[in-house]
């Protein structure tokens, strides 16, 4: 991936993190959302942007809501970013904070489990 598709990678983090935030949708709005990554085409016909929601439970529903939004947030994105051809737009949920959790929480237990056979030694 060349240097100029990580610059556009990272401006479209930071402008669809603005924008999401500009929101007007309650369900958007009692909720933390942050925009984790964002991986473009060579092209720039496709921009898949992860977003992680910290209410779990309210996830999917931010998610359908911020994808029910895509064309706002695209034509807004086109006013923001300066290049001629803004990408497509497409909404995942990025489970990789809750996964790096769950590692710890395993790495935790082997050290605590470790710390407890040392112990009986």
């Known amino acids: 991936m060349g240097n100029r598709i990580l610059k556009i990678n990272s401006e479209i ?29 060579e092209d720039l016909e496709i921009s898949k942007i ?21 064309n706002f947030i695209r034509k807004n994105l086109a006013q923001r970013l300066n290049i001629r051809k803004v990408p497509y737009l497409e909404f995942y949920l990025d489970n990789s904070i809750e996964y790096g959790a769950r590692i710890d929480a395993v790495i935790e237990q082997i050290n605590e489990s470790r ?4 112990d009986e030694n």
């Open 13 to 41: 983090q930071k402008i669809v993190g603005t924008i999401i935030e500009e929101l007007n949708n309650p369900v958007i709005d009692n909720d933390i959302v942050c925009v984790t990554d964002v991986k473009t085409t």
């Open 50 to 70: 992860y977003i992680s929601v910290f209410n779990k439970d309210n996830q999917d529903e931010v998610l359908n809501q911020v994808k029910h939004s895509a």
């Open 115 to 118: 710390k407890a056979n040392e």
